[in-house]
């Protein structure tokens, strides 16, 4: 069975760069037919997808954070981590990392639990 | 880049009820590459349908998605006190990425 675990601090400081990772338990990342995908939920608010990284290393972000946004692989320990420049209060948010089918129907089929980061001095 | 609207915002409802909540996109998108989700308080968004009405694993057959082109509904055919939460769409598309639409909230009438 699948399961990921987002893990990093929950406090952040405005201007510095939020680091988290994604724990991977079962499946490779390194299987070819997954997008390993961040999404974050502003307090009270809908969801906002990140970007994602493939197998190869491959990456696609949002526009609207591609500038501060950096997404990579780990297949050694069976993760991948998100860093976030730069950041500010607008950056408080539920943190998900999720599983999505890299073919045809392109679902996030697999979520972790989310995690909460809080910008703040 | 496409956007996707849903409507209503807010759907009250009563259990043993219909729900039909609708998704919009900005131009037509392939009803492959469109997805609902569930969201409960507290808990991570849950795939509930993928391909526009494929359900997934271990999802009740009461919840049915539908649509093509730019219009895409999802059903749960009677209210289960379990269901009321918040369901969001999603597109994918090589060239746009991932978007989410706004939301439905269904709520307890």
């Known amino acids: 069975q699948v399961q990921l675990q987002e893990s990093g601090p929950g406090l952040v400081k405005p201007s510095q760069t939020l680091s988290l990772t994604c724990t991977v338990s079962?499946?490779?990342?390194?299987?070819?037919?997954?997008?390993w995908s961040w999404i974050r939920q502003h307090p009270g608010k809908g969801l906002e997808w990140i970007g994602y990284?493939?197998?190869?290393?491959?990456?696609y972000y949002n526009p609207s954070v591609k500038s501060r946004v950096s997404i990579s692989i780990d297949t050694s320990k069976n993760q991948f981590s998100l860093k976030l420049s730069s950041v500010t209060a607008a950056d408080t948010a539920v943190y998900y990392c999720?599983?999505?089918?890299?073919?045809?129907?392109?679902?996030?089929?697999?979520w972790g639990q989310g995690t909460t980061v809080t910008v703040s001095s | 880049e496409i956007v996707l609207t849903q409507s209503p915002g807010t759907l009250s409802l009563s259990p043993g009820e219909r729900a039909t909540l609708s998704c919009r996109a900005s131009?037509?998108?392939?009803?492959?590459?469109l997805a609902w989700y569930q969201q409960k308080p507290g808990q991570a968004p849950g795939l509930l349908i993928y391909?526009?009405?494929s359900r997934a694993t271990g999802i009740s057959d009461r919840f049915s998605g539908s649509g093509s082109g730019t219009d895409f509904t999802l059903s749960i055919s009677r209210l289960e006190p379990e269901d009321f939460a918040v369901y969001y769409c999603?597109?994918?598309?090589?060239?746009?990425?991932?978007?989410f639409g706004p939301g439905t909230k269904v709520d307890i009438k």
């Open positions: 990284i493939d197998f190869s290393g491959s990456t």
């Open positions: 999603q597109h994918y598309s090589s060239s746009s990425g991932v978007t």
């Open positions: 999720a599983r999505q089918t890299g073919y045809y129907y392109y679902a996030m089929d697999v």
């Open positions: 131009q037509s998108v392939s009803s492959s590459h």
């Open positions: 391909g526009a009405s």
């Open positions: 079962g499946p490779s990342v390194n299987n070819g037919g997954y997008y």
